[in-house]
């Protein structure tokens, strides 16, 4: 059973506009999470993080929201751009654990 | 600085051979693991390792095997290739308890 779930397997987004990914989880032990964005025939790349003591982190144009008593968690992107379209995977790890989490992905598309 | 490096890139079996997919990283990290990617399913971890001569079991290990001889390497060995192991492989290696950095991947088709 999948403990992290990202519900929406694409979006397109007009370039220049705000994309918006959401990530649901079931563990409630989870207190670390990952968004990695990723390019066909290449390996996930690591976008921005978030602990479960922040309920934001921001890293320029991304920023990653933590809804804890929701268990969601939504990665921003302002503005969409042309090398913005990839697949993003939400991912979790409990306290001083490893090991990782992942979600389905999401593919972005930005439209010119 | 080449990060994490999986050999070979593409890779085509019958079923029931055997192979190796390799994994070296040049980072020092003590942790590394590998995973699968199918469509529909994300990522999934296959095994991991907490350093030289420590592995474990992963979500999906049943038909893979690991061992880790070195910091460096982490190879995955499939002792007799089925269809349903058709997929796209990742290594990974972590320095803590923070983000992993992958590999580019190793996509392995068995007919």
């Known amino acids: 059973d999948q403990q992290v779930k990202q519900n929406s397997p694409s979006l397109s987004v007009q370039e220049g506009r705000i994309s918006i990914l959401n990530c649901d989880y079931t563990n409630s032990m989870f207190d670390y999470f990952l968004w990695y964005k990723k390019y066909p025939a290449e390996g996930p790349t690591f976008l921005i993080s978030i602990s479960s003591i922040k309920d934001k982190n921001e890293d320029g144009r991304f920023t990653v929201f933590l809804n804890k008593s929701a268990k969601h968690l939504s990665l921003h992107i302002v503005p969409s751009q042309p090398g913005d379209s990839a697949v993003y995977f939400c991912a979790a790890s409990e306290t001083n654990d490893y090991k990782l989490s992942f979600g389905a992905g999401t593919t972005v598309t930005v439209r010119a | 600085n080449a990060g994490v490096t999986q050999t070979p890139k593409f890779q085509v079996l019958k079923t029931g051979q055997s192979m190796t997919l390799q994994c070296a990283q040049d980072?020092?990290?003590?942790?590394m693991s590998w995973y699968r990617q199918d469509p529909g399913m994300g990522l999934r971890l296959i095994h991991y390792?907490?350093?030289?001569?420590?592995?474990d079991q992963g979500e999906v290990p049943n038909g893979y095997n690991v061992s880790r001889s070195t910091t460096e390497d982490f190879p995955l060995r499939l002792l007799s290739a089925a269809p349903s192991q058709t997929s796209v492989y990742f290594c990974?290696?972590?320095?803590?308890?923070?983000?992993?950095?992958f590999g580019q991947g190793t996509r392995l088709t068995v007919v």
């Open positions: 990974a290696a972590q320095g803590g308890y923070t983000e992993a950095f």
């Open positions: 390792s907490v350093g030289a001569g420590i592995t």
């Open positions: 980072m020092n990290h003590e942790y």
